[in-house]
């Protein structure tokens, strides 16, 4: 993904085919083309990578509220108590992979570990679409023969150091003592110790507030007609209301958001007095906005110009002591 070749553009990211070329993130588009010319260039679209991963992440609260999102596409889970009292941790991975290729079409691959550190490790082992489980007796044998720029927290220059020092694999690493790591480290050089026996102690990290929860919508074709527009934003306010139901979650400030045909992308909000939750209010809300910036032809209704995709995001969410059940009757 990336601009056009003859563009200053950069490479977003590369598919494991273009990657067997030397295509790589961040290489200038017009470098990539000259290692593979009969390479594919699309654009990003931002809006339905992050629609997909609000639908991925929703997968992952069905069996643990213990998630900790790294990015759109990755995150932590601790299953030791989960939802369906599954006892296996791989059995939770295998399920959660078919679900999300049944609900997205999108393979994926998850790692099995005692620890993050082992199950980031273990999640890379084997893309795409790979399921890898390292068991504790076998952490030693696993983390040994890995490089160790593979290891969180070991950036490029981390790494050279690592490898004037002699430290290759993980078996290097686990070779040094703690005082000469801490001695070439600092206090990462602790850190650096322990993760080449195996030891993390860090938790998933779920203790994040959510701030804010919407939806939106990308259309197939652009639309221009107002009648058409406004029943997609009622079908948006539909996902709004289901997607808060879930999260048990109301907000104050209702932002609607309007890109059009050519990219450019439009927002208008509104705080309210109290917080929202319930279709009709978010459908009132966002079709009064809509209305307020958008100008129409007279006669046609018709947008003047088209719009691609429309979105609505609550947020300030109420307090959860003043509001503690949103939807008693679920």
Known sequence: ??????????????????????????????????????????????EVYKEVSDRIREIFLEYTDRVEMLSLDEGYLDVTFNKRNIPFAVTIAKEIRAEIFKRTELTASAGVGNSKFIAKLASEKN?????TIVLPDDVIAFIDPLPVNSFHGVGKVTAQKMKELGIHIGKDLRAKNIDELVQHFGKMGIYYYKISRGEDEREVNSCRERKSLGAENTFDQDKID??????????VAIEVERRLKKRNFAGKTLTLKIKFQDFSLRTRSRT????IFAVDEIYSVAAELFEEFFEFKNEKQVSVK????????????NSRDEEPMLFPNL
């Open 1 to 46: 993904m990336g601009g056009p070749p003859n563009s200053r553009s950069v490479v977003a990211a590369a598919s494991y085919e273009a990657r067997k070329f030397g295509i790589r993130s961040a290489m200038p588009c017009s470098k990539a083309a000259q290692l593979a010319p009969q390479a594919i260039f699309v654009f990003p679209r931002f």
């Open 127 to 131: 893309k795409p679409n790979g399921l």
């Open 226 to 235: 107002r009648e058409d527009l406004l029943q997609q934003l009622r079908e």
């Open 272 to 275: 309210l007095s109290e917080p």
């Open 306 to 317: 088209a719009i691609r995709l429309l979105g609505i995001n609550l947020s300030h969410p």
